[in-house]
């Protein structure tokens, strides 16, 4: 029985990792903070150099309907005058790091402009960001649109 305690012990630890390993975030780390403040700025001035460098080469997106693109979809987007942002807000952010990787939550709303069509946008957020060559990166990003109540 102790023995089958210490390898269940020992499953949950490889599971969960340490204390070490993984921090939630009662408040933002300034390092965070920045990046979504720079994010936002990126998107509402359509600096594609800092897009580039917020998302990695291999991210993945999901938007609010679902549909899935890459990088240079969404820049190529962007560069061509297909998608544009005013006044985004970033609310409610929350950040869970595990090492190098971090798993980062939030409410974003904005007025979207897509392929000449422009609509307010209240969405949450769930993105992964992984720490490469000393700056973080989003590998994987996924929206959820919030529908207004009835």
């Known amino acids: 029985m102790k023995t089958l305690l210490s390898l269940f012990a020992f499953c949950l630890s490889l599971i969960c ?9 009662k408040s933002v780390p300034p390092e965070f903070a920045k990046l979504y403040a720079q994010f936002d700025a990126a ?6 150099a800092v897009l580039d460098r917020l998302y990695a080469k291999e991210v993945v ?21 297909q998608y544009s942002v005013v006044n985004p ?3 409610e952010l929350a950040v869970r790091i ?6 980062v939550t939030s409410v974003w709303q904005a007025t ?3 392929k ?4 307010p946008i209240h969405a949450r957020f ?7 060559s000393g700056r973080w990166e989003i590998v994987a990003s996924q929206g959820t649109a919030i529908k207004s109540p009835k």
Request: proline share 0%; net charge negative.
């Open 126 to 132: 769930t993105e992964t960001w992984v720490k490469r």
């Open 98 to 103: 595990h090492g190098r990787t971090a798993v």
């Open 112 to 114: 979207e402009t897509v």
């Open 43 to 48: 998107l509402v001035k359509a600096d594609l």
């Open 61 to 81: 997106m999901i938007d609010t309907d679902g549909v899935v693109s890459g990088k240079e979809e969404f820049l190529q987007l962007i560069r061509t005058g």
């Open 89 to 91: 807000v970033t609310s």
């Open 17 to 25: 990792g340490t204390a070490a390993e993984r921090s939630v975030s």
């Open 116 to 119: 000449g069509t422009t609509a």
